[in-house]
């Protein structure tokens, strides 16, 4: 057992968490005038302090207490599950006492005890009143008997029990959506709370005085579905199953459990008993709460609204961006959707799209002969504008391309870099210049208004190169049409008659 330590409270609260951060379901929805349940990881306390401390401390059991303590004015208990086997007891803002935050306690399902005294508001304490006191026993379990009332305060509220509010969180957490981190990010590491690799199975257990009717057939669950499958006349089989009429535009196909469970049905004197066997720990809680709703409720599924709600802001999201993808694309491909090959290919290939779409389907549709002629008679119109036909070396280079032979090594070499440089150096290369068209939205260069035609014309050659006679030939095609600057149409409307 802990000492006795001084806890910070606010709002006359104060939380058992087994996960620190983790969300849960809201205050006021299941519980009593001392313990709220909050999900697997968490309880809130409630003490008559407002805002100030309490004192509290923790006792670990190594089985459960058999009587119930006397000198308190109320006890309530609950259910959590501790994935790696710690418990902390915090304010609700974040106060702590050392001696209270992660203690050791037994890995797994776990069942927490609450005993609470001399719970005064503040308005009406006294420096004759003791300081109230909270104290916590824990001890592990195998079985989910949800929240339970061991000794009510005779003089606190009630509250309204929500129970179907409590199901509609409950299988939402079995059913979150893939995380929506960027594919650009790295992967985050595995959430150790989600492991619960060697820890047994466990059963939610729940008894109701008179006689239940249980939901056979199927629970709809958005894109996942539950279903109910009779064994015998006491027994179903519990499994998840993907939907075949998922909601989502992009539906969840990952199951919270891929092992069928167990659900048994025993009647007695005292009433009947429900046992859910065989469930992963760390989903007890929230399916207690699902079946504290199917046993009490009115045949009704709380959640499949929310999910629906859901799955319309999610499609109408999707809609939204597959307009403004469709609307990118159409920029960048000036028009719709190219074919595949042409997505797949690099080079100039986009900006001869938006430079002639028409084009560009044309000589994707060509022959692969076709397309090689087309390409080296667009390098040959290139150099002939800028002047470079007639030079012998770029000759030699445009003459075999035109054979089907190799062009000489180097236009071959790192992308034809030699060739470049000897281009820039070679005195007997005219020197021409061509206004530049540039993109108003491209980064840098808006300064610029001429470009070296010769330059601007030399990649149609280099673009021969390339083995695939269709990249060959929308490289040549784009380099050619810059190097006739101002007569770019003109070029363009003959390269059309060509293909013709």
Request: proline share 9%.
């Amino acid at each position: 057992m802990t000492p006795w330590a001084r806890l910070p409270v606010s709002y006359c609260q104060y939380e058992v968490t087994t996960v620190p951060g983790a969300t849960g379901a809201a205050i006021y929805t299941v519980g009593d005038s001392l313990l709220h349940v909050g999900g697997p990881y968490q309880v809130t306390g409630f003490c008559g302090v407002h805002t100030g401390w309490i004192e509290a401390r923790l006792h670990v059991l190594s089985g459960p207490p058999t009587p119930v303590e006397s000198g308190w004015d109320a006890i309530s208990e609950a259910t959590l599950w501790s994935p790696s086997g710690r418990l902390s007891v915090i304010g609700l803002m974040g106060g702590v006492a050392e001696a209270l935050v992660d203690v050791a306690v037994p890995r797994g399902l776990i069942r927490v005890r609450v005993h609470a005294r001399h719970r005064l508001h503040e308005t009406v304490r006294t420096d004759d009143d003791p300081p109230e006191q909270h104290e916590l026993h824990v001890w592990a379990v195998g079985e989910e008997t949800g929240y339970r009332t061991v000794r009510a305060d005779p003089d606190a509220r009630g509250w309204e029990q929500k129970p179907a509010r409590a199901a509609e969180w409950a299988m939402l957490s079995l059913v979150p959506r893939p995380s929506t981190r960027p594919a650009i990010l790295p992967p985050l590491p595995p959430d150790p709370y989600e492991d619960d690799t060697g820890l047994a199975r466990v059963a939610v257990v729940r008894h109701r005085p008179g006689p239940v009717e249980l939901p056979v057939g199927v629970l709809p669950v958005g894109d996942l579905e539950v279903r109910l499958e009779p064994v015998d006349a006491e027994t179903l089989r519990w499994s998840w199953a993907t939907s075949a009429a998922p909601i989502f535009p992009e539906p969840l196909t990952t199951l919270p459990d891929d092992e069928p469970t167990t659900v048994r049905l025993t009647s007695g004197p005292d009433g009947v008993t429900l046992r859910h066997e065989g469930v992963r720990g760390r989903h007890a809680v929230a399916l207690g709460l699902i079946w504290d709703h199917l046993l009490d409720g009115d045949a009704t599924y709380p959640w499949v609204g929310t999910l629906r709600g859901q799955a319309a802001e999610a499609t109408a999201r999707a809609e939204k961006n597959r307009r403004l993808r469709a609307a990118q694309e159409a920029e960048r491909w000036g028009g719709p959707p190219p074919s595949d090959r042409l997505r797949r290919l690099g080079g100039q290939t986009q900006s001869l799209a938006r430079m002639d779409r028409p084009l560009l389907d044309r000589l994707d549709a060509l022959p692969a002969a076709r397309q090689r002629e087309v390409a080296c008679w667009a390098a040959r119109r290139a150099m002939r504008v800028a002047g470079l036909e007639q030079l012998g070396w770029v000759a030699e280079a445009l003459t075999a391309a035109e054979a089907g032979r190799p062009l000489p090594r180097d236009f071959t070499e790192e992308r034809g870099a030699a060739a470049f440089r000897r281009l820039l150096s070679d005195p007997e290369v005219p020197r021409t210049t061509i206004p530049l068209r540039s993109n108003p939205k491209a980064f840098g260069a808006q300064g610029a208004t001429e470009m070296l035609q010769q330059a601007a014309a030399f990649p149609a050659l280099t673009a021969l190169v390339d083995d695939d006679p269709l990249a060959a030939a929308i490289d040549a095609l784009y380099d050619a049409a810059v190097a006739h600057g101002d007569d770019r149409d003109r070029f363009l409307a003959e390269a059309r008659a060509e293909l013709r």
